[in-house]
Structures are given as C-alpha cells and as structure tokens.
C-alpha cells in the first residue's frame, strides 16, 4: 500500500475524530502517521474461532486499517496477544494524558509502534520511551517507526519496571490492562506528573504529589489486554465437592451490569458460560488468580471455593449497585503502603495488589 493511497483515508479517519471532539494536536498526528506501515497484517475471527490474517492484499485491508477499530495483530496458541487499539479510544487516553512539548513521556506496551509514532510526531523522539515485554514485538516496532522517520527509545522488558534510566516522566501511559498500579511508576514519575492508566475495566487518570497518586476513572469504557502474566487455571473440578447454596439474583446479567466494580473488587477476575440444551445459559463460572472459584447456575444453585467466596462478593456488590454504576464516580489512591480503588469517597472501596515482577 502506498503512501499516496493510504493519505485520505488517513486524514478522513483525523477528520471524523476532530469531529467527535478528540484534541488537534492529536487529530493532526493521525493525518500524518502512516498506520498501515505499523499494522501490515492483522487477524480477523469467523464465528467459528477460526482466526484469517488479512494482508495489504486482502479485499477491505485499506478500508479496515484506517477504520476506528482495534486490530488484532498477533496471534499465539490460537489467543490474540497483541493489537492495534481503537483509534478513538487511543486519542481519549492522549487526550486525557495532556502531555505537552518538552515534556517526558514512557509509554508501556509498544504493541506495533504506532502510539509511540503519534507520541513522537507530537512531543519529538526524544522526548518518548517505550517498553514491551515480547522482542518479537519490539524490533518489528522500531523497524517499522524507523521506517516512518521516528526514532524513540524502545526497550524489551517488563512494562510493569518502567525504565529507570531514562526516569523522571512527566507523563505515563499504559496500554495493556492492569489489576493495580506498579510502584515503579509513582517512583519514576516528577513531582506533578500525569499517568492514564486501564485499571480492571476502566481508564485511570492520576496525578502524582510527592510520592503519593489519586485520581478517577474515565466515563468511557475499556477492553485492553493484560499484561502478560501467568495464568491461573480456574478449580471448577473442585466445586462438585462444595455443598451448594442459593442465590436470588440473575447471574449472568449481573455479571454484565458490574463487570466494572467487579474488577476492582476482585482483581484479574475471569468468567465463562456453559450453554444448556435450549441453547440459552446453564450456569456462569468466575474465578480469580489466588485459586478461588465459584459457579452459578440458571436455576439459583451456587457453588463456591478457595480463599475468598467469590459469589458472595457478587452479591455483595449487586446489593451496593441496583444499576450499572458511572465509571466516574469512582477513583483511585496510592501510597508507599497501600493502593485502593473507590466509590464517590475513599473510605468505601477494595484494595488492589502489588505488582509481581516476572523473573
């Protein structure tokens, strides 16, 4: 695809986002920062799971490239590992980052390079680090922001260590999902800097003061993936063990409605669904890191174990919001000694746990 080609899509796709009220600096960078150098390829999902790569020879790739839409672009054990976000989404998180010239900015999760093309455009190369944990993804992204005349400072390893030494940061901005806040990033951060944050299922934005951090959530919503960790089987063989109990309230809407504050409350929590044989929901199944898990069933049954008694927080929480909550009204506040999420006020809320660095 060349560059001739791919220059009023590019600046359709800036106009339709100034449009929807997106900052000019940004909106500018996207008329100017050639997408399709960073995504070549992408994979799409048929209603079988069956994932296609769709290349610059694929009917539609020009029109996909340049669509406000997350592209998946890698593919490992038949589970997307990488993607390029939603444009509009991106510029929110810019838009909500502030950054400013002369300012610093480290960016965690390179994915293909082309936020930290919008971040150098904008603030210039040397003002932009950006890290990821996977090699693969960090020298295609530096070849390809090389390509683009970009040339920020890539690093390969743990997003969650930041990079020390090109600290302090005046702005940082993750890209993968995260159950907490790493304290190498309020440590690496100045006094006064700004980070925007995907927490559970909502975007942090949190200012630093003196080695302390408070902030809130954005209103709009956000799906990204979580940064790369071991995973935790969920115990469901165990729960035919478990006498059950019985819960009055709609499983699996309810999981919906409080995806969010369900996230907070029980950090990198999972859920699954079993069909029954009308075809609708059997039974919904939730699980979280520490071993815990519990199932729900359409006609009330509930099964639970491990360490905490997930549906009970479930319950909990449908109690405290009869509706969907705004993702607003709750914040977050961090300390040397303790980071928690809240509702409305700091003293209503569920603390969130350390960063484990991967060894």
């Not at 303790?338 to 603390?351: C, F, H, N, S, V």
Request: with cysteine; aromatic share 8%.
């Amino acid at each position: 695809m060349n560059d001739a080609d791919a220059r009023p899509l590019r600046e359709l796709l800036a106009r339709n986002l100034a449009a929807a009220g997106h900052g000019e600096q940004w909106t500018r960078a996207v008329a100017q920062v050639p997408r399709h150098l960073f995504v070549p390829t992408f994979y799409e999902q048929d209603g079988t799971g069956r994932w296609s790569e769709v290349t610059t020879a694929t009917p539609g790739y020009r029109e996909n490239v340049y669509a406000n839409r997350a592209l998946t672009t890698q593919i490992k054990d038949n589970e997307p590992t990488s993607s390029s976000s939603e444009p509009g989404l991106m510029l929110s998180m810019l838009d909500a980052l502030g950054a400013q010239a002369g300012q610093r900015v480290l960016e965690i999760g390179t994915g293909t390079g082309y936020n930290a093309a919008l971040l150098s455009h904008v603030l210039g190369d040397a003002n932009v680090t950006t890290v990821d944990v996977d090699p693969e993804l960090t020298g295609d992204a530096a070849r390809r922001l090389a390509d683009a005349g970009y040339r920020p400072s890539v690093h390969t390893g743990d997003g969650a260590r930041g990079v020390p030494s090109h600290a302090p940061f005046d702005r940082i901005i993750a890209t993968c999902g995260m159950q907490s806040v790493p304290a190498a990033w309020v440590q690496q951060a100045a006094d006064g800097a700004v980070m925007v944050v995907p927490v559970g299922w909502g975007l942090a934005r949190i200012t630093i003061d003196g080695g302390n951090a408070t902030g809130r959530f954005l209103p709009q919503s956000a799906y990204f993936m979580a940064r790369r960790t071991s995973r935790v089987r969920p115990r469901f063989d165990e729960l035919e063990k478990e006498q059950p109990t019985v819960s009055d309230i709609s499983a699996q809407e309810t999981l919906t409605r409080l995806e969010f504050p369900l996230a907070l409350a029980l950090p990198g929590y999972r859920t699954c669904t079993w069909a029954g044989d009308d075809g609708g929901t059997a039974s919904v199944g939730i699980w979280t890191p520490d071993g815990s898990a519990a199932t729900a069933g359409r006609d009330g049954s509930v099964r639970q174990t491990g360490p905490r008694r997930l549906w009970d927080v479930v319950e909990q929480l449908s109690r405290q919001f009869e509706t969907e909550p705004q993702r607003e009204d709750f914040g977050l506040t961090i300390t040397p000694e303790r980071q928690w999420a809240w509702w409305k006020t700091d003293e209503t809320g569920w603390d969130l746990p350390a960063v484990h660095f991967a060894e």
